[in-house]
């Protein structure tokens, strides 16, 4: 019984992928596309199924079938089937409007069997095909020299950290006589590793993750990338740059060496406030979000530097779900218009900010020990103060207030809700980390207070001089570089006058 999910799992995600091939002869007509969106619906549900009536965790052939794999298989399959149905509109009358289906499928299929891998060798070559793909898929528009050029830099940034992981990989099978990832991370295994052989490995982790996840200094392919179809940039924001979290939770046992959570604790700090520099400086919606995700994730791997693989997790998850959300309406943002809010009474700020310390020091109490306690802790505070003031103490009348009240305790308990239930899912297949040294996570959590500090005076004095030269360096830092941008997406005269035709 407890192969059958599986097996119908597996036979499903091959029948998806030869749905997609199906597509790209000109012969198959384009209504087949309605069925296909069917046929690449089903592995989702075998995944939830599975992740609700498999108990157990199952190691069969090269394959790894516990809670955490089920849920990030559910997670990027349903990122795909949602994407892919966006794109049966969105992208009609596109010249490789077939092949960017072909291309989502292979993605998520491939990105759905790495995380249900064992085999660290099936993980490379899975991880592999999902970066080959996305890079494929920015350039189908291969006539605009932009997606082109936008393009080379993600295969280069991208083979360097696939290099980077390979070379990992084949320095920790060569250690410990083993591919698979449930032997190497026993006890037995982990002691075949010499303490600078687990450093180094550990580093060429933290370089090929931060790669992927468009981390400082390497952030410059996600921002050229903002030329990508929005439905492709959905994906990449939801289910690719969120991989970096997944493979250093999948290797928690191993991460556990103050030098690299050193080193990744200041990539991501710097991440952090730099792309939330970059979303509050520029206009364009697409590079607010771009510079969202930035921060986004380095918040995430903070979270894995300080061992909270479950909260990354989650993390990893519901930013998946908002960004793919954000991204997919991005066509309809400019019809909104922001109304200006009445500014909070002395009353109401010092109200929220007394709800705010109570909800941290709540939370603090009821929080596992460590470093990790006292930012979530900072965090949680600060974020149900700002949503006191905005939703209850300035809404509009008692009416308003009121429904900013409902809205305030309903987005509480679907906090807890969502928090405790994956706690309670994931709990016993996710290993916690080990921290780095508490004075260095306490003084890393000071310099990040004192640089967001310095920011918000800065912004009190918007004509000095440090204001001028803050804000002129994160707009440069959020523009992409020149040669991947273009006035005027000239491919598109050229491809007029030769009266294009879909594939």
């Known amino acids: 019984m407890l192969i059958s999910w599986p097996i119908l799992f ?38 939830l199924l599975a992740l609700i009536f498999q108990k157990n965790d199952l190691i069969w052939g090269p ?8 849920l990030l298989a559910l997670f990027v399959l349903t990122m795909g089937l949602l994407v892919q149905r966006f794109c049966v509109h969105f992208m009609l009358g596109d ?65 360097v950290s696939w290099l980077l992981l390979l070379a990992a990989i084949l320095w920790i099978s060569q250690a410990t006589g083993h591919w698979q990832l449930s032997q190497i991370l026993t006890a037995d295994g982990l002691a075949e590793l010499e303490s600078w052989e687990r450093t180094s490995i550990n580093l060429l982790l933290v370089l090929s993750v931060v790669m992927t996840a468009g981390q400082w ?18 994906v990449m924001h939801a289910g690719i740059v969120n991989a970096g979290g997944i493979l250093l939770t999948l290797f928690a046992p191993l991460f556990t060496t103050g030098i690299a959570q050193i080193t990744l604790l200041i990539l991501s700090g710097i991440s952090v406030l730099m792309g939330a520099g970059i979303m509050l400086v520029h206009v364009d919606y697409k590079r607010q979000l771009v510079g969202s995700t930035i921060a ?8 894995c530097a300080l061992g909270a693989y479950i909260a990354a997790i989650i993390h990893a998850v519901l930013h998946g779900l908002f960004k793919a959300t954000l ?4 066509g309809s943002a400019v019809h909104h218009q922001h109304k200006s809010k009445s500014s909070a009474s002395l009353w109401g700020k010092c109200s929220g900010a007394l709800i705010g310390i109570l ?3 709540g939370y603090w109490s009821i929080s596992p020990e460590g470093a990790y306690q006292w930012i979530s802790s900072i965090i949680i505070g600060w974020s149900v103060g700002l949503a006191w003031v905005q939703l209850v103490v300035t809404g509009h009348g008692r009416i308003g207030s009121f429904a900013g009240i409902l809205l305030f305790l309903a987005g509480g308990w679907v906090y807890f809700v969502i928090h405790f239930g994956f706690h309670r899912l994931l709990h016993e297949t996710i290993r916690t980390g080990v921290e780095p040294p508490l004075a ?36 440069k830092l959020g523009e992409p570089k020149q040669e991947t941008v273009e006035s005027h997406p000239k491919y598109l005269t050229q491809y007029m006058s030769q009266g294009g035709k879909l594939n």
């Open 10 to 47: 597996l036979i499903f995600l091959a029948v998806s992928l030869l749905s997609s091939v199906l597509l790209l002869f000109s012969k198959v007509s384009l209504n087949y596309i309605s069925i296909h969106i069917g046929v690449v619906s089903l592995p989702p549900i075998v995944a």
């Open 63 to 70: 394959w790894h079938f516990q809670s955490l794999s089920w």
């Open 95 to 159: 010249r490789s409007y077939r092949k960017y289906f072909t291309l989502l499928t292979l993605t998520t299929t491939a990105g759905s069997l790495a995380w249900l891998s064992d085999d660290l060798r099936l993980l490379l070559l899975c991880w592999g095909t999902v970066l080959l793909s996305l890079t494929l898929i920015i350039r189908l528009k291969k006539e605009w020299q932009v997606a082109k050029r936008a393009a080379a830099t993600m295969g280069r940034l991208f083979g």
């Open 217 to 234: 200094p390497f952030q410059g392919w996600l921002l050229d990338s903002a030329v990508a179809p929005t439905p492709i940039s959905a």
């Open 296 to 303: 986004q994730m380095g918040f995430m791997l903070i979270q």
């Open 327 to 330: 991204f997919l309406q991005a």
């Open 359 to 361: 909800a941290g020091v």
């Open 440 to 475: 260095v996570s306490m003084l890393f959590l000071l310099l990040l207070f004192l640089f967001l500090a310095i920011g918000l005076w800065l912004a009190r004095k918007p004509s000095s001089r440090g204001y001028t030269f803050l804000y002129l360096r994160l707009v």
